[in-house]
């Protein structure tokens, strides 16, 4: 009789040499595992190989349920698996280690202003990744056309989609300029807030820069929204919180908990989660941070993060991918 089990207990069967009659189902969890991977990230084969260091051929062979992977294959999978797809749990130690890479390294804002490439690429990658979460079929080279020749038009793209690049990368930076403006502080006010969004909508959508004036819903979201008839009292109250002193945080739970208010308080009819990850953006920078960029290929992973922070009240998750995306950040800009 064959006896599914978890990668946690395989990797025992392998630690330990037990001879039991699991190893079949094994494989067909590591195939499963693989395959929800690649769904959710969009990668194809030859990538996830990369990401695995293993061969393509390797790989299929999981995938096809003919090979196991070594110990500690399978925990790179599952690994891999927990940052694309989510954790049930996460614990304490693992967001306060994750924290310690993600803040202990220091990064002045002034960085961005004064080198163009630097703020070219961080520009270009941030970009593409927020838009794609939110469903944008542009590549990153395509992006890059996009930002760097403003006569480019994509015939096999969508204008909204080259409009939507064009926005962002301009509410980018008016949000860098008023960070300037304030020495490394944000005023944060209502004005600002829909400021940027004007300018990460402008031309996409009716309404850009102003509260919504109707009910909404995210497809696919069991998060109530907040009422629109309340929107901008409950912004106000963000607005002051986000303002109050002594808001120098060694972690990143007032980030994350700022961040899921927001999302549920949605105050725009679209453009939430570019608003709002712009805000993240800001915010990491004001507190000497590297900003955090949250890659397309863990949307799945923080959504999940964003509504348990937003249902249950727990903010664990949500710091650890803001975590995560902080130093992917740090990877990128090669420090």
């Not at 994750?98 to 080198?115: D, I, M, P, W």
């Not at 542009?138 to 064009?166: G, N, W, Y």
């Amino acid at each position: 009789m064959k006896t599914s089990c978890s990668l946690e207990n395989f990797t025992k069967f392998l630690t330990n040499g037990e001879v039991c009659g699991i190893i079949t189902d094994m494989q067909v969890k590591v195939a499963n595992t693989l395959r929800q991977i690649k769904r959710a990230t969009g990668w194809s084969q030859e990538r996830l190989a990369r990401e695995l260091a293993v061969t393509v051929r390797t790989l299929q062979a999981w995938l096809a349920g003919e090979a196991a992977p070594r110990v500690e294959k399978v925990k790179q999978i599952e690994s891999l698996a927990q940052r694309a797809l989510g954790r049930e749990e996460v614990s304490l130690a693992q967001v306060q280690a994750t924290e310690k890479s993600a803040c202990g390294r220091h990064f002045n804002y002034q960085e961005l202003l004064v080198n163009p490439e630097l703020t070219s690429v961080f520009t270009q990658h941030l970009t593409y990744h927020t838009n794609a979460i939110e469903g944008s079929t542009l590549t990153l080279a395509q992006v890059q056309t996009v930002l760097t020749d403003i006569q480019a038009v994509l015939p096999d793209k969508s204008l909204r989609e080259q409009m939507e690049a064009r926005g962002h990368a301009a509410a980018l930076q008016y949000a860098l300029g008023q960070l300037a403006a304030g020495c490394g502080k944000i005023c944060w006010s209502t004005k600002f807030i829909c400021d940027l969004h004007l300018r990460l909508m402008n031309g996409i959508m009716g309404g850009a820069g102003q509260f919504r004036q109707y009910r909404v819903r995210i497809a696919g979201s069991f998060t109530p929204l907040c009422n629109y008839l309340v929107v901008p009292r409950e912004m106000q109250l963000l607005l002051e919180d986000m303002n109050a002193d002594g808001r120098q945080d060694v972690d990143l739970s007032q980030l994350a908990h700022w961040h899921a208010r927001f999302e549920q308080i949605h105050p725009f009819g679209d453009g939430n989660g570019r608003t709002g990850r712009l805000m993240l953006f800001l915010q990491a920078l004001e507190r000497g941070w590297y900003p955090p960029l949250i890659k397309r290929e863990y949307r799945y992973a923080y959504y999940q993060a964003l509504e348990k922070a937003q249902l249950e009240g727990d903010i664990l998750p949500l710091r650890l991918v803001i975590g995560q995306a902080i130093v992917e950040t740090q990877k990128l800009l090669g420090d």
